[in-house]
């Protein structure tokens, strides 16, 4: 079960948690002061904040602004929008996709010269959630086509792949293709776990409030983010009829409703005051 201890170690990845969760709902802009000493209550040293900080900073996540004579850093247009999207999956989750639209298919022959690309457009695709289904051959729900599309535009490949979007039509039996393509055994005992250890402390953390609430709120936030990612939100007549995802998405919602607020009531605390 993990923790939700203000004390709990907590990855660098948690920062950028932190950016999304409490940073950009509160304005945008972090007190640097004020960002250690919350994220130390999730058991990140000043060290490892400011290290996390000037990476994202040299990465054009954040710049330097002060405000009223206070330090700190600013989310750049490109982190907001990167995090507005990913909003869109952690707090809505994927939701499944209607079988009848069809999918998405991606077929790629990237020349040697060109293999760190190769790997970053597989790299990529698995990101946004598609499947491998044979040897440069990748599957998602046809929604996904606008995302295809950019992630070979991003990175120049246009010219070495073929994007398709349509029906299945055998003869392989299509949830075993798609079992077949993605972990989603794995991926269902993501879910399970995160109902196993948050299901029965429910009561428990909706009466938590400043630093306790933070810290909870914080840590669940971050320990969900990575599930919905790694879920490509297939059609639901594919999946395992006990496919744990709904259950899982209820409770964090549930969870979400009793600790964002006062856990941003406690990060609020840590600005400067006018």
């Known amino acids: 079960m993990p923790s939700v201890s203000s004390k709990a170690?907590?990855?660098?990845?948690?920062?950028?948690?932190?950016l999304g969760a409490v940073v950009r709902p509160l304005g945008g802009w972090m007190p640097i002061a004020g960002a250690v000493d919350l994220l130390a209550e999730v058991g990140i040293d000043a060290p490892g904040v400011r290290t996390a900080v000037f990476r994202l900073k040299k990465n054009g996540w954040l710049d330097s602004v002060s405000q009223d004579g206070v330090r700190g850093y600013s989310l750049t247009s490109e982190a907001d929008a990167t995090l507005a999207a990913g909003d869109e999956v952690i707090w809505h989750a994927r939701r499944p996709a209607d079988l009848a639209d069809g999918w998405c298919i991606v077929h790629f022959g990237v020349p040697e010269s060109k293999r760190a690309q190769r790997h970053q457009?597989?790299?990529?695709?698995?990101?946004?959630?598609?499947?491998?289904?044979?040897t440069a051959l990748w599957i998602a729900p046809a929604?996904?086509?606008?995302?295809?599309?950019?992630?070979?535009?991003?990175?120049?490949?246009?010219?070495?792949?073929?994007?398709?979007?349509?029906g299945y039509h055998g003869p392989q039996d299509l949830t075993d293709l798609l079992y077949g393509s993605w972990d989603l055994d794995a991926i269902d005992q993501g879910y399970r776990d995160?109902?196993?250890?948050?299901?029965?402390?429910?009561?428990?953390?909706?009466?938590?409030?400043g630093a306790a609430a933070f810290a909870a709120y914080l840590t669940l936030v971050d320990t969900w983010r990575k599930l919905p990612f790694?879920?490509?939100?297939?059609?639901?007549?594919?999946?395992?009829?006990?496919?744990?995802?709904?259950?899982?998405?209820?409770?964090?919602?549930?969870?979400?409703?009793?600790?964002?607020k006062p856990a941003l009531k406690h990060a609020k605390t840590h600005w400067p005051q006018p």
């Open 230 to 260: 790694r879920d490509p939100g297939l059609p639901s007549e594919v999946l395992d009829p006990k496919w744990s995802a709904p259950e899982a998405t209820r409770l964090f919602e549930q969870l979400v409703a009793a600790l964002e």
């Open 121 to 134: 457009l597989r790299a990529h695709l698995a990101h946004l959630g598609f499947g491998n289904a044979g």
């Open 9 to 18: 170690p907590q990855s660098r990845t948690t920062v950028v948690t932190f």
């Open 143 to 166: 929604r996904m086509r606008d995302a295809a599309e950019r992630a070979v535009a991003e990175l120049d490949l246009a010219e070495h792949a073929a994007i398709f979007v349509g």
């Open 194 to 209: 995160f109902v196993g250890a948050y299901g029965p402390r429910v009561d428990e953390l909706r009466g938590l409030r």
